[in-house]
């Protein structure tokens, strides 16, 4: 099974303060199905970023994600407090499908 | 609107069985792949199944931690997914979440149900 290291597993960041959370494939993965999901505490997942780098419907522009290979980042440009959640990174390139340990978003 | 409404939750023993079921609606979810994540109490998320549409002869693959325990099925005619969760664990102690795949990405999640396996 692909593991994905998920960096760092918390954040503590002010508003409009860039984030950057990183996703590390133990094994090649096609950006085509890397994706990105926000847990907002007490709620269900959803997505926010799929194929890498492509948001979701009604996702912010503040969102953002890139890589390619073994290596993925999730960026947010301007953090705002509605963006306290989890972060998690989901592979979708081979079986069984995986997720990232989760990164936790705070705001000081 | 895609809706997908999970049932079927509670408390059981250890051993024992139970089976959620996950209504939709608002897609075509006969040529719809689904699948069900689960996210134990203060932990993060796991994928559980995944069942594939009559176009891929419904094959279904599972997590290692439960296969051969737990079982996903469809039903196309009432647009509703299963799993069938034999000889429960502690561990199998989760919020199960029914989800709607487009192309290995979970586009859609239920609000979850709660399984607690206690003695």
């Known amino acids: 099974a692909i593991v994905l290291n998920q960096s760092p597993s918390s954040i503590v960041a002010s508003q409009g303060e860039k984030v950057t959370i990183t996703c590390r494939a133990s094994?090649?993965?096609?950006?085509?199905?890397l994706h990105w999901y926000q847990q907002k505490p007490g709620a269900f997942p959803k997505l926010v970023i799929y194929?890498?780098?492509y948001r979701a419907s009604g996702i912010p522009s503040r969102f953002s994600g890139s890589g390619s290979g073994t290596s993925y980042s999730f960026t947010i440009s301007r953090v705002e407090a509605e963006d306290v959640a989890t972060y998690y990174c989901q592979q979708g390139s081979s079986n069984p499908f995986t997720f990232g340990s989760g990164t936790k978003l705070e705001i000081k | 609107e895609v809706q997908l409404v999970e049932t079927g939750g509670g408390l059981v023993r250890p051993g024992s069985s139970l089976k959620l079921s996950c209504a939709t609606s608002g897609f075509t979810f006969s040529n719809t792949w689904m699948n069900w994540v689960r996210q134990a109490p203060g932990k993060g998320l796991e994928w559980v199944a995944l069942?594939?549409?009559?176009?891929?002869?419904?094959?279904?693959n599972y997590a290692e931690s439960v296969k051969g325990r737990f079982t996903i099925s469809r039903d196309d005619s009432k647009s509703r997914v299963y799993l069938q969760m034999n000889t429960l664990r502690d561990q199998d102690t989760a919020t199960y979440y029914c989800t709607k795949i487009t192309t290995t990405v979970f586009d859609y999640w239920g609000q979850g149900v709660m399984v607690t396996v206690s003695s």
């Open positions: 094994s090649s993965i096609s950006s085509n199905y």
């Open positions: 194929s890498t780098s």
């Open positions: 069942i594939k549409d009559k176009y891929s002869n419904y094959e279904a």
